[in-house]
């Protein structure tokens, strides 16, 4: 490692463990994560940023590694007395986190960009690397069902990711602006860009679907590194396999290395498909990818960095 | 007592005691509450009604009595996180009260009157009483400090009532209507309206300085009887005293007469001034007025009912 910056691309749950795998093995400066914003919505007048929030709370050292999201010990007493009112309650929204929604709605309406709520937030919670969102413009991933268009929440929360997907859309990415910490980290010297093992339908696509950001990717000087969120041909975390399905691919790390084509320099397949590795069209690690533990994460961390030296080399 | 209706006028927490207790003591479809709402402010983009949440809780039985505010049981992860993230702390939102002024600014934002969302909390917190807000138009009480004019809850909470006080009015009022439920049991055949001891100058004149109101009380049929929400020279609770001297206003009972003026027909005294009962100008119920128990609280809405049956007859 020669120690010059990496660009992490980042969903939710999964892509979180990785970026705090990172930040733990890389010194803060030379880190920064950029997050998805298309899951972001508005509920009960709150601007809720699902993972901007998780990787917050991930990098933070505050988050509920039991249920994947919100904080470690959380309380209830809003949700409880919301559901007394007669409030919508699909959407849990825990005590200590209302804060976060609360306040950073009070200051997007104030004027600011969600990059500099989301920066300052970061730094009140001793978080070293640069958490990004990707666009301080409203992106809104829009699922396509069988029984018609569903925001990402309403799919994903509300209705458990039961809905059939026909397809995905983004709205508003064509004409949103990436951020600028992420132009700026995209137009820097790169060592790595590491795309998490996030959903790439649902949490990377749309901030490849900014425009320039898939021709920036493709044409960087840094390797572009995806880690498979595709192990045993089953999903880690979450609905990418079903939805695989779903959508008529083969829940396979091939699909997910066609998907993201030719902005791609290496891919990391977890070791226990090793045997899915001829053929894949890009340079492969093969390496353990399933991170239950701190070790795991930095163990994982540090063998993408070693494989994306090993690339430039 | 007859059984007729009876009309409760009310700010925060003193009134509500005598709310309470008239809600004991008649049946709860012969008491209307009309609440101030010229407190009410928005504040980390909720709409905040702090006298109807304080009626509200008491008349459910939810009420922190120790504070006189908010809820009992409360606990405060919200406030500590916003505190953590830089937010503005000098107001106090409680876990549980939160849900409150979360799921009305919901209600309001989607075009539902105050009128309804707050019968409607009171219904689903089985409060047998009609809570009324005086008036679905917003009204604002300013108080007119050495210092500059300042919104309520800013020279109540933030600044603890310490400005000196020169004057105060209630922007909105004059173009405000009072709401319907204030209207119609101004209308309807009333045994008694009950001005409760709230402070005369911030909590009970914005709803006498809504257009037809004071007008309507002074022509009632019924007798409008005020308690005294003054004790041996003292407020029992909150800045009436203070105030008043800053008002240049002599801090007695018959001050307080002469402030509600004509539209008065009795006057409850406490026992503690009973050598003030002479030259009020008012017929007097001389009293214990001091609530501190249950029994004290049931007892004064007797004594006050029964006092109004005497007027009428």
Same mark, same amino acid.
């Given at each position: 490692m020669s120690g010059g910056n990496v660009l992490a691309l980042c969903g939710g749950v999964g892509g979180a463990k990785l970026a705090l795998g990172l930040s733990l093995v890389l010194p803060p400066e030379k880190l920064t994560v950029v997050v998805n914003t298309g899951d972001d919505f508005t509920h009960l007048g709150l601007r809720i940023c699902p993972d901007i929030d998780t990787v917050t709370y991930t990098l933070a050292g505050l988050s509920n590694t039991e249920t994947g999201w919100g904080r470690a010990g959380e309380s209830w007493e809003f949700m409880e007395n919301l559901r007394s009112l007669g409030g919508p309650a699909w959407f849990n929204l825990g005590d200590k986190d209302l804060a976060?929604?609360?306040?950073?709605?009070?200051?997007?309406m104030a004027g600011e960009a969600l990059s500099a709520v989301t920066a300052d937030f970061a730094g009140r919670l001793g978080i070293g690397p640069a958490v990004v969102p990707m666009s301080d413009d409203e992106v809104a991933t829009v699922v396509e069902t069988d029984g018609g268009d569903l925001a990402f929440q309403h799919y994903f929360v509300r209705d458990r990711c039961e809905p059939a997907v026909r397809g995905i859309r983004f709205e508003g990415a064509e004409s949103a602006m990436p951020s600028p910490g992420f132009i700026a980290a995209l137009r820097g010297a790169l060592d790595a860009v590491v795309v998490c093992p996030s959903n790439p339908y649902l949490s990377v696509d749309p901030l490849l679907a900014?425009?320039?950001?898939?021709?920036?990717?493709?044409?960087?000087?840094?390797?572009?590194?995806?880690?498979?969120?595709?192990? /045993?041909?089953? @999903?880690?975390?979450?609905? *990418?396999?079903?939805? =695989?399905?779903?959508?008529?691919?083969?829940?396979?790390? #091939?699909?997910?290395v066609?998907?993201?084509?030719?902005?791609?320099?290496?891919?990391?397949?977890?070791?226990?498909?090793?045997?899915?590795?001829? /053929?894949?069209? @890009?340079?492969?690690?093969? *390496?353990?990818?399933? =991170?239950?533990?701190?070790?795991?994460?930095?163990?994982? #961390?540090?063998?993408?960095?070693?494989?994306?030296a090993r690339l430039r080399a």
């Open positions: 976060t929604h609360v306040e950073r709605t009070r200051r997007l900014l425009p320039g950001v898939r021709e920036a990717l493709a044409h960087h000087a840094a390797p572009v590194i995806a880690v498979s969120p595709i192990v /045993g041909g089953r @999903a880690i975390k979450g609905p *990418t396999a079903k939805l =695989m399905g779903e959508l008529g691919l083969a829940v396979t790390p #091939a699909t997910i066609r998907h993201y084509g030719d902005m791609l320099d290496g891919f990391v397949l977890d070791s226990e498909d090793r045997d899915l590795a001829d /053929g894949l069209g @890009a340079s492969t690690l093969i *390496t353990n990818t399933v =991170m239950k533990t701190i070790e795991d994460r930095t163990g994982l #961390a540090r063998a993408v960095l070693d494989f994306a």
